[in-house]
């Protein structure tokens, strides 16, 4: 069963750690009027995930289900939850959506770009990120009432860790990402040249919780969060 844990008002972390990998892949579900997934995970994932959204709202009331980039743990399970939420719309980048969406969704997506969605209570932002963390289609998720940002692969870290964390986030993912510059997944996130102006966008809005796709949630200054782990990234990926 993965664990669940509420990481800010109404948002909770659903995490699966997989053993072999030393990994935990987190879904996020935002309870509302509109209940909205974050994350569809992996396909393997569905079962347990489908048994913990229930115990927060029941799984077939899902409105909308966003997800980062075309990645089978941001969206791998898509169609499966579409099958059992009928009112349920994917929501992603314009990019994903025409490259990805049109073939790979049971449904159509829903488009936003830098655009708002509203799910009842709050309204969520849709920032277009391309190549942060990964592919041209990326985005990010931006709550605006209480300021969580679900940051995707961002921070990114290994290890059965606790859900959320107000300590140095940027510090273990440096340790990731510098063991991730060799062995088969290597250079997993690009750094180009606009990815500085896209990191001080995303801080610019000044995060109160950074949720993460892979290991701890983050409280705290997530601007400074942001620009050190900016820092970090211009000290190891653009230089190897």
């Known amino acids: 069963m993965a664990t669940l844990t509420e990481i800010a008002p109404d948002v909770f972390r659903m995490s699966c750690f997989n053993t072999q990998g030393n990994f935990q892949f987190n879904s996020f579900l935002i309870r509302d009027e509109r209940p909205t997934l974050v994350h569809t995970n992996l396909r393997a994932n569905f079962k347990d995930l489908r048994e913990t959204v229930a115990k927060v709202v029941d799984p077939a009331k899902l409105r909308w289900i966003w997800f980062s980039h075309f990645e089978p743990d941001e969206c791998g399970a898509l169609n499966d939850w579409l099958a059992i939420a009928p009112e349920a719309t994917p929501v992603c980048s314009f990019v994903a959506a025409r490259v990805a969406m049109g073939d790979f969704s049971a449904k159509p997506a829903k488009v936003l770009g830098n655009e708002t969605l509203n799910t009842g209570k709050r309204t969520l932002r849709v920032i277009n990120t391309p190549h942060v963390p990964h592919g041209w289609d990326a985005?990010?998720?931006?709550?605006?009432?209480?300021?969580?940002?679900?940051?995707?692969?961002?921070?990114?870290?290994?290890?059965?860790?606790?859900?959320?964390?107000?300590?140095?986030?940027?510090?273990?993912?440096?340790?990731?990402?510098?063991?991730?510059?060799?062995?088969?997944?290597?250079?997993?996130?690009?750094y180009t040249a606009r990815t500085p102006k896209i990191i001080a966008e995303l801080a610019a809005l000044k995060p109160k919780t950074l949720a993460a796709m892979h290991g701890s949630s983050y409280a705290g200054d997530g601007a400074k969060a942001l620009t050190d782990l900016d820092a970090m990234w211009q000290r190891t990926i653009a230089k190897a």
């Open 139 to 190: 985005s990010m998720l931006f709550e605006e009432a209480d300021k969580t940002m679900f940051v995707s692969d961002l921070f990114g870290h290994g290890g059965d860790v606790e859900p959320i964390i107000s300590g140095d986030v940027v510090g273990r993912a440096e340790k990731y990402t510098i063991a991730g510059q060799a062995g088969p997944m290597a250079h997993s996130v690009p």
